[in-house]
Structure formats: structure tokens, C-alpha cells
């Protein structure tokens, strides 16, 4: 407790070493001697189609300026590379789902700033003010890295081999930078 009678301090969500990935504690010779959880995938590995779940009608809505949200591409995508690396039990759909919308957003936000620039002018006094959709750029990124932060920490922990495979998250730079202009 602070001086002034207030709890601060304390505890904070996230803080602290983050856990060692499952494939390194085994390559490790497991040096703490407790026993490792792993996933047994013995049954799941004689199946070669998997069951996406659905998508969402809200992930498919065109937008307001008559284009299309990509959440639908980077669900289908994020998928694809959990089912590749056998991780798509472990991770919610619901997860998977706010990174594609949250991504989306990222993208719609950023084509605004391609379409409008980063100036904007104030309402009352006419001067040049940052764009709106910078901010809102910025906290959908942190939002698209928070979560993507999520879903990999749970396959790193969980995957018994190391993920070398191709991460989703890289291609969408490309992605925005490939488009065709209107």
C-alpha cells in the first residue's frame, strides 16, 4: 500500500519469465525432472481432413466503401497454419476470430490513411490536425499483436516439435502493399 492509502503495485497480468517452449524443455533433457504435458495426437494423426469451423456472417460484410473485409482470408489462413502444425484443438475459434476482425480493421485503417493521408482538418478551428485513423491504426495493431502474441505462445508451449513453419502474420504487409489501387 501506498503512502496515500492506495493499492497499487503488486501483480501484473503477464509479467515475469515467460514460459519455455514444450520442444525445448524436451531437447533440454527436461532439466526440472517434472513431468511434461504433451498432446496426444496418436488418434488425430491417421485423419487427414479437419473440420474448420464456420465462418462468421460479420466476418464476410462488405464495408461501408463497398469493399470487402479480408477477416474471412486471414481466418481461413490462421487456420491453415494451426491445422498444419496439428494446433487447431488447442487454440479457440473465438481467438482465431478476433485477431481475423482485428486484423481486418488494421487493413481498413490503413487504407484510409493510403486514401485520405495522415493530416486531417479540425472541426472549429480549421488547422491541421493528425488523422483520426492513424490513432486507430496504432490501437488496432496493438490489438492484431497482443492476440497473435496469445495463439503463438499457446503453440509454443503446446507443439512438440519446433515451429519452423511459415507464420501467417508475415504475409500481411504484403498483402496490404499488393493491393490494386482504386
Known amino acids: 500500500m501506498a ?3 492506495t493499492n497499487r503495485g503488486g501483480a501484473q497480468i503477464g509479467a515475469g519469465r515467460k514460459r519455455k517452449a ?3 524443455k524436451i531437447a533440454g533433457g527436461n532439466p526440472g525432472g517434472r513431468r511434461l504435458e504433451m498432446l496426444d495426437l496418436d488418434d488425430a494423426a491417421d485423419l487427414e481432413e479437419f473440420e474448420m469451423p464456420p465462418i462468421k456472417d460479420f466476418m464476410k460484410e462488405t464495408q461501408k466503401n463497398g469493399m470487402d473485409l479480408c477477416a474471412e482470408e486471414v481466418f481461413t489462413n490462421t ?3 494451426l491445422h498444419s502444425i496439428s ?4 487454440v479457440s475459434s473465438q481467438l482465431v476470430e478476433e485477431h481475423a476482425m482485428s486484423v481486418a480493421r488494421w487493413v481498413q485503417c490503413e487504407r484510409a490513411i493510403s486514401q485520405y493521408g495522415f493530416l486531417a482538418k479540425h472541426p472549429t478551428t480549421g488547422a491541421a490536425i493528425q488523422s483520426p485513423y492513424v490513432s486507430m491504426t496504432q490501437s488496432f495493431l496493438k490489438q492484431v499483436n497482443q492476440i497473435w502474441y496469445q495463439i503463438f505462445q ?5 507443439c512438440v516439435v519446433p515451429v519452423k513453419s511459415r507464420d501467417p502474420q508475415d504475409d500481411l504487409m504484403e498483402q496490404l502493399l499488393s493491393e490494386k489501387r482504386r
Open 22 to 24: 514444450l520442444a525445448e
Open 154 to 158: 499457446l503453440v509454443k508451449e503446446n
Open 87 to 90: 494446433c487447431e484443438t488447442l
Open 3 to 5: 503512502k496515500d492509502g
Open 79 to 81: 487456420y491453415k497454419w
